[in-house]
C-alpha cells in the first residue's frame, strides 16, 4: 500500500482550522498557502455553515481563495436545487 504524507497532512491542516476557528470566526492568514485537499473541505465547510473568515493577507492567494468559494457555492446550490426538483441526494 502507498502511504501519502502530504496528502495526509494536508488534510490535517483543515482538521485543525476546522477545529480551531475562533468565535465562529476562521483565519485564512494562519499559513501562506492552501492546497486544494485543505482548501476545498475549508470552502465547504465556510459555505454550507455560514462560517465568517478572515481574508488570506496575500492578495494573489486571497483571489485564488475567492474563486475557489464562488465555485464551492455554486456547486452546493446546484445540488440543493437538484435535490429540491428530483427529490434525489446527490
Given amino acids: 500500500m502507498t ?3 502530504g496528502l495526509l497532512n494536508h488534510y490535517l491542516k483543515f482538521c485543525h482550522l476546522r477545529n480551531h ?3 465562529g470566526v476562521l483565519d485564512l ?3 501562506p498557502f492552501y492546497y486544494p485537499i485543505t482548501l476545498l473541505p475549508i470552502l465547504n465547510l465556510i459555505a454550507k455553515d455560514s462560517i465568517e473568515y478572515i481574508p488570506h493577507y496575500n492578495p494573489a492567494v486571497q483571489t485564488y481563495i475567492s474563486i475557489v468559494l464562488l465555485v464551492t457555492v455554486w456547486v452546493n446550490l446546484m445540488c440543493q436545487l437538484h435535490n429540491y426538483l428530483t427529490g ?3
Fill in 29 to 31: 492568514g494562519k499559513y
Fill in 21 to 23: 476557528h475562533e468565535n
Fill in 88 to 90: 434525489v441526494r446527490i
Fill in 3 to 5: 502511504s501519502y504524507p
